[in-house]
């Protein structure tokens, strides 16, 4: 779902290539031997004692998205993002950041690059304890060599912009989860990184806090457009924050789309297993359903949707109106959605071209639109 107010651009934050991680003995010889590097992981384990915990990935991440990465536990997520900025070395393959290669820095470099450019916030927060929230905030700030008064009044900044104003002179014992994970980002923006890389922030929340957070993360991005890549083993969230996600297995990236490919077209049957109990009518698109209109009336008439809008949206739109809605690109009609087609994609019918339903679509199927559920009734119309 694409959550940003500045449209990611074509430029790469990251640019990543061929990457790989091996623990283990004589590491550096798996990548460049074909012999190892196609085996299975028990294989390679057994063969060499090695673990590759990412093999052979490569991917952008653009100016302005949120890049997801998900896959179950193990899947080398964690070491993929930590790799980003050697805080794990990796095996083989390229890594740059706006084109610089990271690979090659130097540690003063590196140092930079983990201060300055690329912010962490962890899954247990990494909070100093004996610190107030308002120092915790500082803190990036005074590694960085800011001065107290500087610091502590940029970091009362970022406090209030995560909602803990009022918070200030609390040690971390003294707050809840939620609020514990509002410092560790807090601190996180207050070097106002150029991308935020978050290694499953909100696994150790309940479900409430877990979606106070995830709305956070949407506003802050909505309002600064910051770069951010996501690190998740839930779909719900990779389905609500990601613009884009990577989704892995054993090491591998076994598909890169957005919300929508990932729920509409998944590479094999384990994404298809992976996404089999996403509700689809909330993430797929009226493209999915749309048809060429079948005449210059039903270009012109019918209440209209935008190409972006959900199926459950278009169902809404298209149970009022009672009729077929339109699909208006800039005020101009690029197709027709009717209810039929739109009850397949919740149905999980595979995806057909637009040319076959423009060719079934007349008789439109007359079928009432369900209402919309509860679960959809949250989502904005
Ligand atoms: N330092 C290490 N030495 C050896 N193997 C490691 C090391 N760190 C990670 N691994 C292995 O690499 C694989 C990927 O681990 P990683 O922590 O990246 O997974 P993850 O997807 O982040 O999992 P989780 O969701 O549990 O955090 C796992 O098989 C793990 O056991
Ligand atoms: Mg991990």
Same mark, same amino acid.
């Given at each position: 779902?694409?959550?940003?107010?500045?449209?990611?651009?074509?430029?790469?934050?990251?640019?990543?290539?061929?990457?790989?991680?091996?623990?283990?003995?004589?590491?550096?010889?798996?990548?460049?031997?074909?012999?190892?590097?196609?085996?299975?992981?028990?294989?390679?384990?057994?063969?060499?004692?090695?673990?590759?915990?990412?093999?052979?990935?490569?991917?952008?991440?653009?100016?302005?998205?949120?890049?997801?990465?998900?896959?179950?536990?193990?899947?080398?997520?964690?070491?993929?993002?930590?790799?980003?900025?050697?805080?794990?070395?990796?095996?083989?393959?390229?890594?740059?950041?706006?084109?610089?290669?990271?690979?090659?820095?130097?540690?003063?470099?590196?140092?930079?690059?983990?201060?300055?450019?690329?912010?962490?916030?962890?899954?247990?927060?990494?909070?100093?304890?004996?610190?107030?929230?308002?120092?915790?905030?500082?803190?990036?700030?005074?590694?960085?060599?800011?001065?107290?008064?500087?610091?502590?009044?940029?970091?009362?900044?970022?406090?209030?912009?995560?909602?803990?104003?009022?918070?200030?002179?609390?040690?971390?014992?003294?707050?809840?989860?939620? *609020?514990?994970?509002?410092?560790?980002?807090?601190?996180?923006?207050?070097?106002?990184?150029?991308?935020?890389?978050?290694?499953?922030?909100?696994?150790?929340?309940?479900?409430?806090?877990?979606?106070?957070?995830?709305?956070?993360?949407?506003?802050?991005?909505?309002?600064?457009?910051?770069?951010?890549?996501?690190?998740?083993?839930?779909? *719900?969230?990779?389905?609500?924050?990601?613009?884009?996600?990577?989704?892995?297995?054993?090491?591998?990236?076994?598909?890169?789309?957005?919300?929508?490919?990932?729920?509409?077209?998944?590479?094999?049957?384990?994404?298809?297993?992976?996404?089999?109990?996403?509700?689809?009518?909330?993430?797929?698109?009226?493209?999915?359903?749309?048809?060429?209109?079948?005449?210059?009336?039903?270009?012109?008439?019918?209440?209209?949707?935008?190409?972006?809008?959900?199926?459950?949206?278009?169902?809404?739109?298209?149970?009022?109106?009672?009729?077929?809605?339109?699909?208006?690109?800039?005020?101009?009609?690029?197709?027709?959605?009717?209810?039929?087609?739109?009850?397949?994609?919740?149905?999980?019918?595979?995806?057909?071209?637009?040319?076959?339903?423009?060719?079934?679509?007349?008789?439109?199927?007359?079928?009432?639109?369900?209402?919309?559920?509860?679960?959809?009734?949250?989502?904005?119309?």
């Amino acid at each position: 779902m694409t959550t940003t107010g500045t449209p990611a651009t074509d430029t790469p934050v990251f640019a990543v290539h061929g990457l790989w991680k091996v623990f283990g003995p004589k590491a550096g010889r798996v990548p460049g031997d074909p012999r190892l590097a196609d085996l299975d992981p028990a294989a390679l384990r057994a063969r060499t004692g090695c673990t590759a915990a990412v093999r052979d990935v490569s991917f952008d991440v653009r100016k302005g998205e949120v890049f997801v990465v998900m896959g179950l536990s193990g899947s080398g997520k964690s070491t993929l993002v930590r790799c980003l900025t050697r805080l794990i070395e990796p095996t083989a393959g390229t890594i740059a950041i706006d084109g610089e290669d990271v690979r090659a820095m130097d540690r003063a470099r590196l140092r930079t690059l983990r201060r300055h450019r690329a912010a962490m916030v962890f899954q247990h927060f990494g909070l100093l304890p004996h610190r107030t929230v308002l120092d915790n905030v500082a803190y990036g700030l005074e590694i960085q060599g800011m001065g107290r008064g500087e610091r502590r009044e940029k970091a009362a900044e970022v406090v209030a912009k995560v909602g803990l104003e009022g918070m200030e002179q609390r040690r971390p014992a003294q707050l809840s989860g939620g *609020q514990r994970q509002r410092v560790g980002l807090a601190r996180a923006l207050a070097v106002d990184p150029e991308v935020l890389l978050f290694d499953e922030p909100f696994s150790a929340l309940d479900p409430l806090i877990r979606r106070d957070m995830q709305e956070e993360v949407i506003r802050l991005h909505r309002e600064e457009g910051r770069t951010m890549v996501f690190i998740t083993h839930d779909l *719900q969230e990779a389905l609500k924050l990601g613009d884009r996600i990577a989704l892995m297995r054993d090491g591998r990236v076994v598909q890169l789309g957005t919300p929508e490919e990932i729920v509409g077209s998944p590479a094999d049957d384990y994404v298809r297993a992976f996404v089999r109990d996403v509700p689809r009518e909330q993430v797929l698109t009226v493209r999915t359903a749309m048809r060429p209109p079948l005449s210059s009336e039903e270009a012109a008439t019918g209440p209209g949707v935008s190409p972006d809008a959900t199926v459950s949206e278009a169902i809404e739109a298209v149970s009022r109106a009672g009729t077929s809605a339109r699909v208006l690109d800039r005020g101009k009609c690029v197709g027709v959605v009717d209810a039929g087609a739109l009850l397949d994609v919740v149905a999980g019918a595979s995806a057909t071209t637009a040319d076959a339903r423009a060719d079934r679509a007349v008789p439109a199927p007359r079928r009432e639109p369900a209402p919309p559920t509860a679960t959809t009734s949250e989502e904005p119309v």
